[in-house]
Each structure stands twice: as C-alpha cells, then as structure tokens.
C-alpha cells in the first residue's frame, strides 16, 4: 500500500545530509522545506528535478541521492561533516 502523503514526508532520508547553510536535512520533508526556501538565484534544474521527485513520491533512497547531488552542484553539500 502507498504511503500516505504524510507518511511519506516523515520519511528519513537515507542518512542525514549536512548543509553549509541550513544544518542537517534528516527527512523528505526537511528537503523539501529546504528547496522551498531557495532563493532565485539558487535554483536549478538539479532542484527543479529533486522537488518533481518529491511531488511524485519518489522513492526515499532515490529522492536523498539527488538531494545530496543538488547540494554538491550547488556548492552547499557539508562533505566535511558528511565524510568528516
């Protein structure tokens, strides 16, 4: 059975994915509060692409790869914190 909209939003995402300017994101729903607060000189198809997935229920592990990928182009991705 699919999960509910909530449900899937209380998610964790794979592992907690450390940003350089909003802490950790821990769930779906920390990602997409995340590129909700982008400002427009942000965003990207990489976000572009993360919140689609998101809106489609994507699956969670997919979902925090791209998260941490959009974070990467986007020079956010804490590595030291993540490889630390």
Not at 39 to 61: C, F, G, N
Request: aromatic share 8%; proline share 5%; hydrophobic share 40%.
């Amino acid at each position: 059975m699919p999960l509910s909209r909530t449900e899937y939003l209380a998610a964790n995402l794979t592992r907690p994915v450390p940003t350089k300017d909003r802490g950790i994101l821990r769930t779906v729903a920390d990602a997409r509060d995340y590129i909700l607060a982008l400002p427009d000189d942000r965003e990207s198809h990489y976000w572009e692409h993360t919140a689609k997935m998101i809106l489609d229920q994507a699956d969670v592990a997919d979902v925090s790869r791209k998260v941490e990928l959009a974070l990467f182009y986007d020079g956010k991705l804490d590595l030291l914190t993540l490889y630390g």
